[in-house]
């Protein structure tokens, strides 16, 4: 026995059923059967947006030209000793696989399943060796989600009860994209837009992203919130400049200016422009990284990400931190999979979800699901799935080995 198994006596054998296996695998997505005719290509495929790497100019800004890709998505199955199992899903390929199976899986197997708070706090102990953030923290999500799936089948509730029940009717979304027709004639009142340019483009950069942002507030009105997201392409000197000539646009926040090192400089750019809220955190794993940023009251908002920063367990930390300083947590891309959907049900700080709208005009949101199970925005609100667990309606048929592919 594990230490921290308790006694099977007078207990529900299910309560402490342990983990028989733990691995990465391929999930098999289901694709439209007669998916509708696009009225035009998304803004996905054309809009430049710059990233880090743009300090250089010999890489692309236009999507799909990045160095980087190639590293997709990975899923984690979690069985228990009665058959029952649990997905998550995590991301960035062989390496991330290669820690489930590898480091991860040897660890939990044969523990307690239910115990997630402790074999959440094992990964995070052994994987100081190797950087908490990064491949651990990624590997760590797809595991931390899958026990989460797995305990909601188990118990035959969904997550969201299990994190505490829902805090609201509703969760209110807001549309990513630069498709703004397309977002206002599905009914979201609140949207963010893409980022042109990198901080290495200097006054014609500004301008662009002057001018880009003006065009947007025009489209939607004076009145919705807009936000942009820079992606990291901003420095301190960059972004204060850019702050002062966006200020007549009324921006509800400035996402991810600088690269996630830059604490001091995100602390800055608050303090010098109080007009405008600071969110970031997709990039920043775990809740050191969220315990940073709230210590040195450099955000307004936070927005871990579920799949690249260490599951569920460790969002739900980073909003406690939040909660405590009087800081909203509004996940990365939390209305597009059951993962953040059921987050933002159950969190008291958590307004709104972001839904990334990155898919062509014209065609129903309904035909764009990839996690089937997973429900949609109608007219800008979306309710999770009621269905125990996250709810994914995926059969074993759908599931093969990681290295079968």
């Known amino acids: 026995m594990h230490p921290y198994d308790p006694p099977t006596t007078s207990y529900s054998r299910a309560t402490f059923l342990k983990i028989k296996s733990i691995k990465a695998v391929h999930v098999k997505l289901p694709q439209p059967s007669n998916p509708t005719a696009p009225r035009r290509d998304t803004w996905n495929k054309s809009s430049k947006r710059a990233m880090p790497i743009n300090m250089y100019s010999e890489f692309s800004g236009l999507p799909g030209s990045m160095p980087g890709g190639g ?4 899923w ?5 000793e009665d058959g029952t199992w649990g997905l998550g899903q995590c991301a960035f390929g062989e390496p991330v696989a290669a820690f489930v199976n590898t480091v991860i899986a040897p660890m ?3 523990r307690n399943c239910m115990a997630i708070e402790h074999l959440n706090d094992l990964v995070l102990r052994i994987s100081h060796r190797f950087g908490s953030s990064g491949t651990a923290s990624t590997a760590m999500g797809g595991v931390d989600l899958a026990l989460w799936d797995l305990k909601g089948k188990i118990i035959g509730q969904p997550v969201y ?3 505490g029940g829902p805090v609201r009717d509703s969760i209110t979304c807001y549309a990513t994209g630069d498709d703004l027709d397309w977002a206002q004639e599905l009914g979201f009142t609140k949207f963010k837009i893409t980022n042109p ?14 001018a880009h942002v003006a065009q947007a507030r025009e489209k939607v009105g004076v009145e919705r919130d807009l936000m942009i997201n820079p992606v990291m392409s901003y420095n ?15 921006l509800r926040w400035f996402e991810e200016p600088l690269v996630p090192t830059d604490t001091d400089g995100l602390a800055h750019l608050r303090r010098s422009a109080p007009w405008v809220a600071i969110a970031t955190g997709e990039d920043h794993h775990g809740r050191h990284a969220f315990l940073d940023l709230v210590e040195k009251r450099a955000v307004d908002i936070l927005q871990p990400d579920f799949t690249w920063g260490g599951g569920m367990t460790e969002a739900w930390k980073a909003h406690t931190i939040g909660e405590m300083a009087g800081m909203a947590t509004i996940p990365h ?14 969190a008291i700080e958590s307004p709104m979800a972001e839904y990334w709208l990155g898919t062509d005009p014209g065609v129903p949101l309904e035909e764009t699901v990839r996690i089937p199970g997973t429900a949609v925005p109608v007219n800008g609100q ?18 093969s080995d990681w290295g079968s592919n």
Do not use: C, W
């Open 71 to 74: 590293l997709g998505a990975v």
């Open 76 to 80: 984690v199955q979690v069985t228990a």
């Open 108 to 110: 939990l197997e044969g």
């Open 161 to 163: 009860a299990l994190l």
């Open 197 to 210: 340019s990198h901080y290495s483009e200097g006054d014609a950069g500004i301008k662009a992203v002057v």
């Open 236 to 250: 301190v000197e960059f972004a204060l400049r850019l702050l002062e000539e966006l200020r007549p646009y009324n």
């Open 333 to 346: 891309g939390g209305a597009n999979n059951p993962f953040g959907q059921h987050f933002s049900m159950a």
């Open 382 to 399: 979306v309710k999770p799935s009621s269905e125990p667990g996250f709810g994914m309606q995926f059969e074993p048929s759908d599931i």
